[in-house]
């Protein structure tokens, strides 16, 4: 498809359980930024790649969030160990690069810790 | 410390007459602004933005204003649609110091009664 996409659309975990989310972002865009989105809230920066490198991660509540993107193009975000607090959607936005700030999203991952 | 606001949670307005969102930032370091539109279930889909070096874009029935001595823009539709009832956000980054994650606010959630 031409837009950004993600999956699972809607994720159940129990706490503790480990949780992997995919993004798959528009096909030639560099960079690829992840959010987190509470109820009520406006989305909040998590991290940032730039093709392969993740040039900034200050946005990762705590080290059991870790994301990658191996080959510059797939992003994967992982959550060890979820809690309850972990519950929110979580946005993937890409944009063609840098000095190209319009970020496009996909429609979020809806993840509930129980 | 918000460095986004949106004042207004909500706005009701008749269908055929404007509808002004608001928003005002406190970090001098933005310059480059913009809105989203957001629907129940899906992610932000991009509307319009201005870059710090102009005060006004416009695009179809959606202008942008910036008023950057009083930290201010806003978001004009006219003439307002019931298909325009949706959650608007604004967004800034900080481009020029390289810091390109958006910085949103908590969101305005748009009402037009036809």
């Known amino acids: 498809g031409a837009g950004v996409s993600q999956s699972p659309r809607y994720k159940v975990a129990k706490r503790g359980q480990d949780v992997a989310l995919r993004c798959d972002p528009i096909?030639?865009?560099?960079?690829l930024f992840w959010y987190q989105q509470a109820l009520g809230q406006g989305p909040e920066f998590l991290t940032y790649f730039q093709n392969e490198a993740q040039l900034d991660k200050s946005g990762l509540p705590s080290d059991r969030f870790f994301a990658e993107r191996p080959e510059g193009s797939v992003s994967t975000l992982k959550i060890q160990r979820t809690q309850q607090e972990d519950s929110a959607v979580y946005l993937c936005?890409?944009?063609?690069?840098?000095?190209?700030?319009?970020?496009?999203f996909g429609p979020g991952t809806r993840l509930l810790v129980l | 410390d918000q460095q986004v606001k949106q004042n207004s949670p909500s706005l009701s307005v008749q269908e055929g007459r404007i509808s002004i969102l608001n928003c005002d930032y406190t970090n001098s370091m933005f310059d480059y602004f913009l809105w989203y539109k957001k629907y129940p279930a899906e992610g932000p889909t991009f509307l319009i933005s201005i870059s710090s070096i102009k005060d006004k874009n416009e695009d179809g029935r959606f202008t942008v204003f910036l008023n950057k001595s009083a930290k201010h823009l806003s978001l004009h539709i006219v003439p307002s649609q019931p298909g325009d009832s949706a959650v608007y956000f604004c967004?800034?980054?900080?481009?020029?110091?390289?810091?390109?994650?958006?910085?949103f606010g908590k969101g305005t959630r748009l009402s037009v009664i036809a």
């Open positions: 967004a800034a980054s900080a481009r020029y110091s390289g810091n390109t994650p958006l910085v």
């Open positions: 936005a890409s944009s063609a690069g840098p000095g190209q700030e319009t970020q496009y």
């Open positions: 096909s030639g865009h560099v960079s």
